[in-house]
């Protein structure tokens, strides 16, 4: 199947769940006590108009595919077995091939940010190029990609999210997570065609500069501008995204925004994580899910090279099985919701390693282990795609952007292990902890509270509630009941 047909069936889908949530949600809207709330300012204004569909091709879209790209294609050049990229340099060193190959073959590694982050890849992948026989040049220009990936990411979901109803917030995380999937065959296919690493790394920065070209259409987060006390700015981007829309501003929504603003008085930083338990819980999990992802998919890209098999089809079946995961856990997530999606997705992930484990202990390699590889890719890709959508959805509008830069970071030094962990001479090894990690994942993240058609939580004190009358056991997510006015 094509991914434009992946895509395209996952959307039919996707319509026929919007439609059960719809029928929940209309009847809880008409309870004469449901305080108004800035999801419905954004019905008035129009949260599916022609403001949020090129921001979310181009930046939801787009965005990830890019940058999944330009991940990947640095780990394919450093892996690839018996071949190196040439690094020029060496003709005027008196070295020989094999030291100079461990010399500079590298051993490890919302609108401001996301402008930031575009440059930031960039800026990367020239210095790569400028800067190959300059070894801690070389590995700061990789690591600011490894700092920039996931901040820019979520930056751009989080924008989306926010701008989107809540019906609508599934059917965003699904097309972004189906093109990074896109973004890692990309990958595959780029490395493979090209042959040279110079190439791949000029490639990339090229898509991330028309990537700029494109900045005006990503708005400051109104949510965001009214938490920090920029009312008045945020009303004027609600005019600006509703004159695209052909909607207008609703008489309430002055009031709703000074609703949201109260939040300012939560404004701590990153210690508002240590406000409430259940804020420093969720956290602590989402990192837990993240880092497990990271290890999970970039070891098995590590991997790719020593079974035998082309490295860069494998890298590319890998990445294609990301688009029909996309269209699952988008279904499951819909109807069963997020948290036991989440914990399937890793569960399942760690029953593919140990199996994969004990199918080298038997001295099967090659194609069999490639197939494994791509279905543990195929549940690994859930967790992470679930994880992107919890983090935006249980985190309050004050923390949200904080709460995300933080879970990346921690589990970007988690993923300094990933080296590590996939190039241990015993090749079994790596599967066995990776298993044991998924597994364990899948039953820390079980105690995430279900967040599928919540309204985002604005403040400390809705994140510090959010979640605690849910039953564990609980199975499909129901909107509440009723939203006392205050």
Known sequence: MSSSSTIVSGSLSVGQQELEENEEISKNRRNPKVALAFEEVLDSIGSRGK??????????????????????????????????????????????????????????????????????????????????????????????????????LESALSVGLELADIRHRTTLNY?????????????????????????????????????????????????????????????????????????????????VMRTVAKAQRDRKGFLSLFSSWNVFKNTVLLITARSAHLLTQFSLVLLAGGVGVNPFLTVVAQGAVQL???????????????????????????????????????????????????????????????????????????LRQIAACVEWAVAGVVMSAVPYVSLMSDRRTPYAILAALNLGTAFAISFLPESALQRLPESLQDAAVFGRDQKYWSWKPKPPPEYPMK
């Open 51 to 152: 403001f949020q569909t090129r921001l979310n091709i181009v930046f939801n879209c787009f965005g990830p595919c890019f940058n999944m790209m330009s991940v990947n294609v640095f780990f394919l050049a450093m892996q690839t077995p018996d071949h190196w990229c040439h690094v020029p340099g060496r003709e005027h060193a008196n070295v020989s091939l094999e030291e100079w190959k461990n010399f500079t073959i590298p051993r490890y590694g919302r609108r401001p940010l996301q402008l930031f982050c575009l440059v930031t890849h960039v800026i990367s992948r020239l210095l790569l190029v400028l800067t190959p026989d300059i070894l801690v040049l070389f590995i700061l220009a990789e690591s600011l990609v490894s700092a920039a990936a996931g901040p820019m």
């Open 175 to 255: 097309f972004s997570s189906c093109f990074l999937g896109v973004g890692f065959m990309a990958a595959g296919f780029l490395s493979w065609l090209l042959r040279n690493w110079n190439y791949f790394m000029y490639c990339t920065a090229a898509l991330f500069f028309a990537l700029i070209l494109f900045s005006r259409w990503f708005p400051e987060s109104p949510r965001w501008l009214a938490c920090k006390g920029r009312e008045e700015d945020a009303l004027r981007q609600l005019r600006r995204i509703a004159a695209t829309n052909g909607g207008q501003l609703p008489p309430f929504t002055p009031g």
């Open 324 to 398: 029909p995961s996309g269209c699952v856990v988008h279904v499951c997530a819909a109807r069963f919701g997020r948290r036991w999606t989440a914990v399937g997705c890793a569960l399942l992930a760690g029953v593919t390693c140990a199996a994969t484990f004990c199918m080298l202990r038997a001295g099967i390699i090659g194609l069999a282990i490639t197939v494994m590889a791509v279905i543990t890719q195929f549940f690994t890709t859930g967790t992470i795609t679930m994880a992107n959508l919890q983090s935006v959805e249980v985190h309050p509008t004050c």
